[in-house]
């Protein structure tokens, strides 16, 4: 008899719905389910229904994973309950930022730096959901030649924000629609997101940059074990509902021709190319919408730079950016026997 395996769910947001759904879709070995979420009530997805319960630390009694995907910070799931969960004997797998960057938490996309997880102290992060999709497409270039440099512009969807978000711009779509501007309420974001693009996501940090750029950067360096590549990033939310696409810069140690990328593109997992531009066969986030892979076309050498190349890669943030990576990363710890 296989495995299975007591598993808490924690948030039923965007991301922990997704995760509900995930979970079911990919018919991860559950002995028995249990969601957690600030308040106690029922929720259905996709026609299943599941009783959600308060969280409490005591409700982790028994678990073996716990896959958090609650709100981040001080009052958050993650920094609130998640020891709690490693006390009681599970292993948690957080979605948000409070732990990526702590020396002592695998940050670990499946396709990338699988052996990572095999350091875990019981809490492994999934990276943010910009930067998983970015390495995803740059990984196997990096394995055939180095990368030295990343600029990258992403265009974000409002479900990266969570469900508040979502409910923003339709909110405010029909308004501005209809011309009534001064009934327009901007909550998720500091200016209104319906026909709008914001070129700020979190907060501005150091050097004028802000967290999720920061983010971009930290985690990919973490990822990659290599601090040396020079990356920078402007990234923007813009009014789409699910799945981010992103504008990648990369520069090579050697120069790879075009062709080659693509072929690397078609190998690698978790990837599907979609690069015949003379025919307008490029990645749209409103086709890569709740599915699980990353899409990557648009791919073409730099003008100027010999080394240089330039790539789109649009996935769904909530799919390979968050709940199914989660999920990856437990399927990998049953697969290495850790869970
Ligand atoms: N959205 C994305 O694309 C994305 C991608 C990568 C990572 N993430 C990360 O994933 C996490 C969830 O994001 P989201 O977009 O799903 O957020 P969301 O839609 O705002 O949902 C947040 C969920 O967290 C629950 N929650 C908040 N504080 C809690 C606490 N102290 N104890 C238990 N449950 C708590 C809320 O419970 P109630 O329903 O009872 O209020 C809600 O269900 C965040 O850390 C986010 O940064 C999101």
């Not at 308060?54 to 009694?61: G, N």
């Not at 648009?298 to 943030?317: A, F």
Request: hydrophobic fraction near 40%; proline fraction near 6%.
């Amino acid at each position: 008899m296989a495995k299975k395996f007591n598993v808490v769910v924690v948030g039923v947001g965007a991301v922990g719905i997704e995760m509900l759904r995930v979970l079911r879709q990919r018919d991860f070995p559950v002995a028995q389910l249990k969601v957690l979420a600030r308040s106690a009530r029922d929720i259905e997805v996709d026609g299943v229904t599941y009783p959600v319960r308060k969280a409490a630390p005591e409700e982790f009694d028994g678990a073996n994973l716990a896959l958090f995907a609650g709100t981040e910070g001080e009052k958050g799931a993650a920094v609130t309950y998640a020891k709690e969960a490693i006390s009681r004997g599970a292993i948690v797998i957080d979605n948000g930022a409070d732990f990526r960057m702590d020396p002592k938490v695998p940050l670990v996309v499946p396709e990338v730096n699988p052996d990572d997880v095999d350091w875990n102290e019981g809490l492994i992060a999934n990276p943010n959901c910009s930067t998983i999709q970015m390495v995803v497409a740059l990984w196997p270039i990096y394995r055939r030649s180095k990368i030295t440099r990343i600029i990258a512009s992403t265009y974000q969807s409002v479900s990266g924000t969570g469900r508040s978000a979502i409910r923003e711009l339709r909110e405010q779509s029909p308004l501005v629609l209809d011309g009534r501007l001064d009934e327009v309420r901007c909550e998720a974001y500091p200016h209104r997101i319906a026909f709008n693009c914001l070129p700020q996501i979190g907060s501005f940090k150091e050097m004028e940059y802000t967290t999720e750029e920061w983010k971009t950067r930290r985690e990919t360096h973490k990822m990659f074990h290599d601090d040396s590549i020079k990356i920078a990033s402007t990234t923007v939310r813009v009014p789409v509902f699910y799945a981010h696409s992103e504008s990648i810069y990369i520069e090579t140690e050697e120069p790879l021709p075009v062709e080659e990328v693509r072929k690397i593109m078609e190998e690698a997992p978790g990837v599907v190319l979609q690069d015949d531009p003379a025919n307008s066969v490029y990645p749209l986030p409103a086709d890569a919408a709740h599915c699980d892979d990353v899409f990557v076309g648009r791919i073409r050498k730099d003008p100027d730079i010999e080394t240089g190349l330039h790539l789109w890669v649009v996935s769904d943030n909530l799919r390979k950016g968050a709940a199914l990576n989660a999920v990856q990363i437990a399927e990998l710890l049953i697969e290495k026997e850790i869970l």
